[in-house]
């Protein structure tokens, strides 16, 4: 959270950005052997959907991509890197504020 205030601060005075965030499955299913984790990937997702708004109000792209799995190979990795990408270039009456990539196998 505090790294998304210093970095919305110049975004906002400039009237555009994109703060991209990575979530995790847990966030949307948690497991009882990985609370913590689970709490935390909550975090991320509630902090994304509470200020989306806000900040698209000021120009400012808000989203996460939550990953719902093990991302165990490079075709995997570029598949979540296009995922933010495709986030990023939303045009601004487009944006969405969340995407979940479910890797394969």
Known sequence: MVAVQAAARNMIARGSGSIL????????QPHPDFLS???GKAGIRA???????PFREKG???????????VMNSKDAN??????WQLHSQPAGSW?????????G
């Open 79 to 84: 598949a979540v890197a296009e995922q933010f």
């Open 96 to 104: 969405q504020v969340e995407t979940v990539y479910t890797p394969a």
């Open 60 to 70: 400012v792209h808000v989203a996460t991509v939550t990953v719902a799995g093990l």
């Open 37 to 39: 984790l689970s709490i």
């Open 21 to 28: 965030l990575t979530g995790g499955g847990f966030g949307l």
């Open 47 to 53: 902090l994304a959907q509470g200020i989306f708004e």
